[in-house]
Every structure is written in C-alpha cells, then in structure tokens.
C-alpha cells in the first residue's frame, strides 16, 4: 500500500512570509496527525484529526498556524506570518483510528527553514 | 500527564556489540509504549510496541524491549549492532486521546 505523501519535501522561506504543507494519509486511515521536530528534538504534536474534525490542537499556535482536513482525507498545514522560530520538520502520520493497533504511520516531512 | 526521558542523547557501539538505548516514561494511564527509528531525511518507522499482554516485545531488525512497570522503564536492546542500526531513535508513550509523547530521542553510532 502507499505510504504518507507529503510534499513539498524542503521549503525555504523568508520570516514574515506564509507557507502551506500538503499530506496525502494512507488510504481508509481516519486519524490523521501533525508534528512539529525541531533540530536535536523529538516530534511535538501540533494538530490531530479524526475524519475532518479536531481532537487536539492543544499545542498549535494558533496565532500563525493553521490546519484543515477538508472531506476528512487530505491535509494542509498553514503557516502565516512565518517566524524564524518555525524552522523545522513538519511530519505528517495517519493511523486507522480506535482499536488497539494505535500505530502511526509517518511520512517523509517537510523541511522548513526560515531566513 | 505522559512523557518520555531517553538518557543519552548519543550511543556509540562497535559493530557487532550489544546495543542499549534506554528509555523511562511517566503516564497516568495504563502505559502504551513505543520505540520509533528515523533515518537521515525520512520519517519515523515503527520498531515495535507494547500494549498488552507479554512485556518482552519483539519488533523489526533484530531488536526489542522489556517493560518493566516496577521500574517505569521500556529500555529498546539489539544483541549485535550491524552498521546499518545507525540512525535516531525515539521512544513515544501514547496519551488518553491517541496523542503521542516523544522523547528528545538518541543517536546510534556503529563503529565499524
């Protein structure tokens, strides 16, 4: 089966500018997550959908960062206005959703530098 | 509330040695653990996972770990280190709503 597709892999951005990431989970998985990893850290969650509504966006800064999940499939993460703070790997990951599987399905990321 | 503490941020191992990457966590659930791989400019890949059940879990690529609840402690071991273990490792614990809290993970070196 196709993996998580993410796309753009790299992106470089002058601060103040926007930004938007796309991911494509893997088919039939209802939850959908993404993850900020900063250089040197492990993946903090930003944003977890199941189908196309929020569970948690606890730790998103709202202020300059949003998500969407339209039709409860694709995502696109939006930054805007970007800090230099936002440098970092965005990492998109799907899983099925209840049960007891729980696993997480990660894609590439998208490399984000901010000048 | 969930975290993770992996002690040691590097780990260097000959090739062929025992490889130790240790990992404690706190939750005020009933822990589900998990052990991630991340090579350079990829995502995370699942090792292995322990939900229920047998605490001594096997996963992918030789490796695996115990949970020890006494202990708090989901520490991941490889019998002999083959050059392509080389690679960060992350250990997550899952929260009630399916979120996953990272530790800061630890860089394996194999030394040839």
């Known amino acids: 089966e196709a993996g998580v597709a993410q796309s753009p892999r790299y992106k470089i951005i002058e601060k103040r500018q926007s930004v938007a990431f796309w991911c494509n989970p893997i088919?039939?998985?209802?939850?959908l997550y993404w993850y900020q990893q900063i250089l040197g850290q492990g993946p903090k969650l930003l944003i977890q959908?199941?189908?196309?509504?929020?569970?948690?966006d606890s730790q998103l800064p709202k202020d300059r960062f949003s998500a969407e999940r339209l039709k409860g499939v694709d995502s696109t993460l939006k930054i805007q206005p970007a800090k230099l703070e936002d440098s970092a790997v965005y990492l998109c990951a799907s899983s099925l959703g209840g049960g007891l599987t729980y696993e997480q399905y990660f894609g590439p990321g998208t490399r984000l530098t901010v000048t | 509330a969930q975290s993770v503490t992996q002690l040691g941020s590097h780990v260097s191992v000959s090739e062929g040695a025992l490889v130790l990457l240790r990992c404690n966590y706190s939750s005020s659930v009933p822990p589900y653990l998990f052990w991630y791989v991340q090579y350079p400019n990829q995502g995370l890949q699942l090792l292995l996972k322990y939900t229920t059940g047998a605490t001594l879990v096997k996963g992918i690529n030789g490796f695996e770990a115990e949970f020890k609840k006494s202990e708090t402690s989901f520490h991941l071991t490889k019998p002999s280190a083959h050059m392509s273990d080389a690679a960060e490792y992350f250990c997550?614990?899952?929260?009630?709503?399916?979120?996953?809290?990272f530790g800061t993970g630890t860089s394996l070196t194999v030394i040839p």
């Open positions: 959908f199941q189908n196309n509504g929020v569970v948690d």
């Open positions: 088919s039939g998985h209802a939850t």
């Open positions: 997550a614990v899952k929260g009630p709503g399916n979120q996953f809290y």
